[in-house]
């Protein structure tokens, strides 16, 4: 293929304010298969169970619509989109509050191994995880929830032609059920962003204790891990490994802004179409102005949210060099967005809004867990400041 | 609709300009070219100083006149309102007498909609017109009018009949300003700056030829005016000149007029927020060492960014003929939030220095008159309120509000 041409490199680099229409094409499937498979019947039926996602539904999600690999290239067995079909898929998962682990094995892992991963164990991890077969996850805070790599104390020592791991890791999404887990973790003797890099090993190896944590959001399950001598393969490099961490949690940041907006979209959908039911006072609660100027206020916020988180990860897709600023910048947008259309959602149902039978609270608790999850905004707004320079 | 190709336009326009076009010719002369040969308002009709074009081939006349740097035909102001409001319900009298002095600046135009006792609700208008003898009387008063003390002609909405409905008892007429009965009055805004003016009629007379449309179809006639300033009809821009074209004698006289149509509008950038100043003011001022203000500032920019974005989305699904969702109609409360948002983050950077004005304050100014500019963006063009019920009825498909001004409107309350 000729690469030369410059207009087309051009043009193909260009930010992106439009889907294609295939991207149109791939956002309706994907949500009439969530539509029909993951109604908010099977998201309470499995947010009760342990393992928090049917085996079943995420074969099919797999094999007919090959999502975990959505945006893996296609030499290592993926489907070779990009960011931006990543992006739409979180979004659709969002919205229809699949319990599924998407966002650990394609999202944190997959995103990982890309980043970090030799040629070598490219072609030794990816395949599985675009099939579907194999579960996977990436472990970077610890305890504190510090978001920050430079935070990291577990520790790799090296052993032979691998590494001993040791120290606790805490809010891993999946894993209590992932088989690879990538951890990051810091050489001896080392501070700061040196020394970083990730790891990799079989969640059921030896020195590998995994405790399931009581989450808010029971849709997305978290747990502890803790390592005590277990034995870990380096990832790539430790030179890069801060580098890497970085850009797979950036990306994470991306695809959690778009998973937000799918959800507060519901969320404002459930309010409108409520607003316009609901009689009170002899009229739909729906006409009176302070409902009515409530929701326009809501879908501006919606609106203005998708526009960052759509922004992010088409800057992402072409690489633009601000992309690192963006992810903060939607992902601050998103988590002051989400929770609040989700408590507005709420307010407007009114009492019903609180209670367990209606389905406003599985969204609320999705969108207060993701506020802090990779870190809360007024992180991402100071790491804003930071990267471009203020 | 012509079925001439764009390549023929193109070469036709280039071939009239390399005979007709000089940088040296009066300006009013060479826009009477431009509106006798149709290459003014190429999209308009043939037999009103048109050639009956589509916009997109339209488009390519002006890039030719852009590029040998040609003047345009006047466009600022609401004379391309008043223009466009004539060629759709205007009379052939009407046309013939107005249109080419719209396009060549020779007349300008103002706009009598408001009023004190109807903001918001422009058609609760109580500006009486009545018919005596061969001229309608007019009575009231008019506010907001942008240029009324160098207007001409003002576009007039009036009340000609109190026992019909609201809507219907409204009559449109091209009124002459400069005449005894109307009394045109500087209005001086709370930022110092007057853009605007207040209108008194006492018995001014319009010519019965001057009624656009029929008796009792004002409403209809000034939804025309209004969806076109909503579309921005009224350029306020230059067009831009190329680099290399010749400048002529006619450029300096473009100039003076579009820095006399520009002058009241001079804060218009204050009364956005200017977005663009807070990131260089925090830094000559500091602040941006508080983590508070730059969390302030944080919030302002990634609302600012993504209001911007909205409206790139919004421009990009209408390129590519897909159908505006909500993200269309959002751009004006968006702004207000940001002009909000930038009122008060300005602020925060400024400290004790908001407490001055003028030169000696931060930037010779500006950053004063920022604060006081701002409450205008939230009311000007439609208030955030009226907006929040455009979104929610016509975006969300709310209910509308319930109405207590329906039956005659002799009978309905107001101010």
Known sequence: ?390 | MSTISAAEVRAEVRAWLADNWDPDMPLVQWRGKLADSGWGMPQWPKEWHGRGLMHTIARVVEEEMANVGAVSVAKSGVRLLAAATLLEHGSDLQRKKFLRRILTGEDTWCQFFSEPGSGSDLAGATTRAELKGDFWIINGQKVWTTSAHHADHGLLLARTDWDAPKHDGLSYFVIDVKQPGVDVQQLKQMNGHASFNQVFFTDAKVPQENLVGRVGEGWRVAVTTLAHERRGADGLQPSALKRGARIGRIHAEERAETEKANQPYKWYPQRAGRVDLIIDRAKETGANKDPYVRQEIAKLMILAKSAEWTARRARAAQQQGRPQGPEGSLGKLAASHVARGCSRVHTLLTGTYAMLTGHESPREGVVAEILVSVPAVSIAGGTDEIQRNIIAERVLELPKEPRFDTGPFRNVRRN
């Open chain 1, 1 to 390: 293929m000729d690469t030369s041409d410059e207009s087309s490199t051009e043009t193909k680099r260009r930010i992106q304010f439009a889907f294609t229409d295939e991207q149109e094409q791939f956002r309706s499937q994907l949500r009439r298969f969530l539509t029909d498979r993951s109604p908010t019947t099977e998201v309470r039926r499995l947010m009760a169970t342990a393992e928090g996602y049917d085996p079943a539904v995420w074969r099919q999600l797999s094999e007919e619509l090959a999502l975990p690999g959505i945006h893996i290239p296609e030499q290592y067995g993926g489907a070779g989109f990009g960011m931006v079909e990543l992006c739409i898929a979180t979004e659709e998962l969002g919205r229809a509050l699949l319990c599924a682990p998407f966002f650990s094995t394609a999202v944190l892992a997959a995103n990982a191994i890309l980043n970090a991963g030799t040629e070598a164990q490219k072609f030794a991890l990816l395949p599985e995880i675009a099939k579907g077969t194999r579960l996977a996850t990436l472990a970077v805070t610890e305890p504190d929830g510090n978001w920050d790599p430079s935070g990291i104390n577990a520790l790799a020592t090296p052993d032979g032609n691998g590494y001993r791991l040791d120290g606790v890791k805490s809010y891993v999404v999946d894993g209590h059920v992932a088989a690879v887990l990538i951890v990051a973790a810091r050489t001896p003797g080392t501070v700061g962003r040196d020394g970083l890099a990730l790891f990799t090993l079989d969640a059921n190896a030896g020195g590998v204790q995994r405790r399931l944590l009581e989450s808010m959001d029971p849709s997305r399950k978290i747990a502890q891990i803790e390592f005590r001598g277990a034995h870990a393969t380096l990832l790539g490099n430790v030179n890069d490994g801060a580098q890497a961490i970085l850009r797979t949690l950036d990306q994470a940041a991306i695809a959690l802004a778009n998973e937000m907006v799918g959800g507060a979209q519901t969320m404002l959908d459930s309010a409108v179409s409520y607003a316009k039911l609901r009689v009170q006072f002899g009229r739909t609660i729906g006409s009176f102005q302070a409902i009515k100027h409530k929701l326009a206020d809501m879908l501006l916020d919606v609106e203005l949210a998708k526009s960052a988180a759509y922004y992010a990860a088409q800057a992402a897709a072409v690489d633009d060099p601000e992309w690192p600023a963006l992810a903060s910048l939607a992902k601050a947008a998103a988590s002051e967005t989400y929770p609040h259309t989700a408590a507005e959602c709420i307010q407007i149902h009114g009492g019903i809004g609180f209670t367990w039978d209606n389905d406003t609270h599985l969204w609320f608790k999705r969108a207060k867990s993701s506020e802090v999850f990779l870190g809360q905004p007024s992180y991402h707004r100071e790491l804003l400041m930071q990267r471009w320079g203020v």
